[in-house]
């Protein structure tokens, strides 16, 4: 109950103060990793008044036909995954618990999606950002379709990608039962 009363907490506020907390952690790493050489991506909204910066590569795009997504994207929702810790943002995001374990957050200003992420489970540490935040995508390449099995009959994403059934999803990960 107290992990419910505090989830909902944070998500009706603006994820100013874990943003800030964020920002510190994710800024030194940024900082590091740079001085090394590393990768980094800069992102932005629509408007330009969140941005998001990655340290490391953006490797793989996964695209998800499951209802939840569909719904809050218009279509096919995708993500590119990674590790919170490389990650910093600033700006006016706000979030919405879309299900018990999982969050969706999104510019104040302009509505640009920014990311979807589990709060609980092994997959936790984890951000799915937005590709769009990224010129390019930021290099990453489409790799698997999630939910594959429902995507409509006429809209198909083409390559050599991991197609995982909605039972094969259900059967590894934290899921929110269909209601068709």
Known sequence: MAA?????????STGRSASLRNEMSAGAAIKADNAMGGEAHHGHCLCGAVTVDVTG???AI?????????????????GIEVPRARVSYKGPIRTYASSSFAERAWCE?????????DTEGENAELLELAPGLFDGFGGAKLARVVYADRAPSNFA?????????KADYGARALHVEDKR
């Not at 419910?4 to 009706?12: D, E, F, G, V």
């Not at 695209?63 to 218009?74: P, V």
């Not at 200003?109 to 992420?117: E, P, Q, R």
């Open 157 to 165: 994403l083409a390559g050599e990608l991991e197609r995982v059934s």
């Open 4 to 12: 419910t009363a505090r989830r909902q907490s944070l998500m009706i």
């Open 62 to 78: 996964s695209a998800c036909h499951c209802d939840l997504c569909t719904r809050w994207s218009g279509s096919v929702q995708m």
């Open 109 to 117: 200003t302009c509505g640009t999606a920014v990311w979807f992420a």
């Open 57 to 59: 590569p953006l490797a």
